[in-house]
């Protein structure tokens, strides 16, 4: 993107839907390449419905939180090596080559993941479609923007953004389509590979970004790619920009030094970057630390935990959180909510276990002393061997402590009782799944838009993408933190301890953004630069200690 950052106006959506009328090559251009941004969303959703039924299919997924944990954060672990080899991949080859090898690498993970024959399977599927969503989800946005037009560019990039959430909540409308098929979550995860191949063909038929060819020194390829995006009276001075920004870009270049380490080492010397980079960072890793990506990944699993022991209407309340894609007090609120459901949960009675045979009553309920004072939550959490069956009249009333497995669990469903695993029956779990969609509301304006706003605006240019990079690279490294010890800590602590986890971070999180981001909104980039020069302090502390900001 030339320039400063390009963001859209109402009236350049405008000029977007005009442009594109006029030129629908365009647009073709533009959605084929937004078709990555559709993968990144539908991969982030789809694994939180298609754990439930790999639970059901593999008992030792289901036995080992670990497990589950892996299969779902084994794709952000895939996405980082896969951003980190695409921005070389880009450079070398173009941006064109790199959507297509993602699209080649995601197809091919859909596929291992569609007939995996055993978890360890599943789990090198979930590396490969990570390492195919990590090059899209950086090089899409990019050939949208060197390839369209500068006026409509900002318009352009915002529908890649809207396909990743528009990916995350087909994933739940597909899942919820996939519960009654024989294979459910092989189908859920194997129609990944359909948008992939689509875009790999459309693909076929564009061409190389102009800006990466005429890098490359081959000026005649990017000028008829211009003449087909821009007039012709507009050609020339498109190409007289291209000259002059890659002029600069290579300066920067020789400046920053070739090399990864060579950059990073001269950008952290750097004060003003330094600083930067103090704010950037903070924001990235805040984003991640609230647990929204608990709710993306798990909401399916949550909501089980909330109450909601059917695996359909798990999915389908889950439609909520992802279809109205916050933190501090409506996430307290949640754990409190969890802490009320835990204490309320329907009580352990001998008699209603006894009902299916003492070789069907779970093992460590017989043998525990104190296990008259029982309640479902004191079941589920004193092994991964038991399991709940409700009572036959009212889910609420006492009910049953059993042996986890499929013939005790047939036993208790024959007679029309449910079967709790993860949550238990609570009269709270409905205000749970509302509160995690207001959740979602909350975050999506603030924390889930303005880090990558701080990191567009934080740098000087010459290292903003740079600083951007190792911003962006502590944002995955959360959120696969995050992902891959959300179901141990709600075993170790409870799901309202792991919520109230949460808020403690938001809380820090806070604390840590008002001392360290400043406001860089309507500032201009040299103004910006003054600032973090000098040091950055809160407006508060200044004027109460009278002092000009200067730390480092």
Excluded at 228 to 238: L, N, T
Excluded at 504 to 530: C, D, H, M, R
């Amino acid at each position: 993107m030339e320039g400063a950052p390009h963001k859209a106006a109402k009236t350049e959506f405008t000029e977007c839907w005009r442009t594109s009328w006029k030129t629908p090559y365009i647009m073709r251009l533009a959605f084929s390449a937004g078709i990555g941004g559709l993968l990144f969303g539908y991969d982030t959703g789809v694994i939180s419905g298609a754990l439930l039924y790999i639970r059901d299919d593999f008992k030792s997924v289901a036995k080992h939180t670990w497990l589950q944990e892996t299969i779902v954060s084994m794709a952000v672990a895939g996405a980082i090596f896969g951003a980190a080899f695409g921005g070389w991949f880009n450079d070398k080859y173009g941006r064109r080559k790199s959507i297509l090898l993602a699209d080649i690498v995601f197809f091919i993970g859909a596929i291992v993941m569609a007939v995996a024959p055993a978890p360890w399977v599943i789990i090198i599927g979930r590396v490969l479609v990570g390492l195919g969503v990590g090059m899209a989800s950086m090089t899409s946005p990019l050939y949208i923007s060197e390839a369209s037009p500068a006026r409509i560019r900002g318009a352009l990039v915002s529908t890649n953004g809207l396909l990743i959430t528009g990916g995350q909540f087909l994933s739940y409308l597909i899942n919820l389509a996939f519960t009654r098929t024989k294979g459910t979550w092989r189908w859920m995860l194997g129609v990944a590979s359909i948008p992939a191949l689509v875009q790999f063909v459309l693909m076929l038929s564009l061409p190389e970004s102009p800006r990466w060819l005429y890098r490359a020194d081959k000026k005649d390829e990017a000028r008829a790619i211009l003449e087909k995006i821009y007039p012709a009276h507009e050609v020339e001075d498109e190409m007289k920009a291209l000259e002059t920004s890659i002029e600069v870009e290579k300066a920067d270049e020789d400046f920053l030094g070739g090399g990864v380490f060579s950059k990073v080492k001269s950008a952290w010397s750097n004060t003003i970057v330094r600083r930067g980079l103090y704010a950037g960072i903070t924001v990235q890793v805040a984003q991640q630390f609230v647990g929204i990506n608990t709710v993306m990944y798990y909401s399916p699993t949550i909501v089980q935990l909330a109450g909601f022991a059917s695996n359909k209407t798990a999915l389908a309340l889950s439609l909520i959180t992802s279809g109205l894609n916050a933190v501090g007090s409506i996430i307290m609120v949640l754990s409190v909510l969890f802490m009320q459901a835990s204490i309320h949960s329907p009580r352990i009675s001998a008699f209603e276990s006894n009902h299916f045979g003492s070789n069907s009553t779970c093992s460590v309920f017989l043998n525990a002393p104190g296990a008259s004072s029982w309640n479902c939550m004191s079941c589920l959490q004193a092994s991964s061997d038991c399991a709940f069956c409700s009572n036959g009249n009212n889910k609420y009333h006492p009910g049953a402590c059993l042996a986890l497995n499929d013939n005790v669990k047939g036993l208790c469903r024959s007679e029309k009782r449910e079967w709790f695993t993860k949550g238990c029956p609570s009269k709270f779990g409905f205000f749970a799944v509302m509160l995690l969609g207001l959740y979602i509301i909350s975050y999506s304006p603030g924390m889930g838009t303005a880090p990558w706003i701080v990191n567009s605006e934080i740098y000087p240019l010459r290292y903003r993408g740079i600083g951007g990079g190792i911003a962006a690279v502590s944002n995955w490294v959360s959120n696969l933190i995050v992902s891959e010890t959300f179901l141990t800590l709600t075993e170790a602590i409870g799901s309202a301890g792991t919520f109230l986890l949460f808020a403690g971070f938001s809380t820090i999180g806070l604390i840590a953004i008002y001392f360290l981001v400043p406001e860089t909104k309507g500032l201009p980039f040299e103004q910006v630069e003054k600032m973090l020069e000098k040091g950055y302090k809160p407006k508060f502390f200044r004027k109460k200690t009278g002092e000009k900001a200067d730390t480092s």
